[in-house]
């Protein structure tokens, strides 16, 4: 089992940037294919973006390509979120996954429901 903790929400501007963390312990994280969700008020959970074991394979949904980028640092045990170019609709509680993939490096999941574990959610605010 493995057990997230996201860091790095806040309040930015529109059209600022944040870099949101997400803290894998328990079992070895380098295990787990990544990804990162969203939920804003009275809207349903959305996918954001994904990163396989290997680190070399990605996912983003349409909404966020080219301006959000997934990546991680096994050896901390880390995963990252950078998001540039924040819009008001970008506004969300952001909430980072994980699903073993022990056994396929390359594997990555597209939807929410691909992954089993996840941590209890930073507030990210973009306002104009």
């Known amino acids: 089992q493995v057990q997230l903790v996201e860091s790095g929400g806040g309040l930015v501007q529109t059209g600022g940037s944040l870099r949101l963390s997400c803290a894998a312990s328990g079992r070895t994280s380098s295990s787990y294919a990544m990804g990162w969700s969203r939920q804003a008020p009275g809207k349903e959970r959305e996918f954001v973006a994904a990163?396989?074991?290997?680190?070399?394979?990605?996912y983003y949904t349409d909404s966020v390509k080219g301006r959000f980028t997934i990546s991680r640092d096994n050896a901390k045990n880390t995963v990252y979120l950078q998001m540039n170019s924040l819009r008001p609709e970008d506004t969300a509680v952001y909430y980072c996954g994980a699903r073993d993939a022990r056994f396929n490096v390359y594997w990555l999941g597209r939807k929410t429901v691909d992954y089993d574990y996840w941590g209890q959610g930073t507030q990210v605010t973009a306002s104009s």
């Open positions: 990163i396989s074991r290997s680190g070399d394979h990605t």
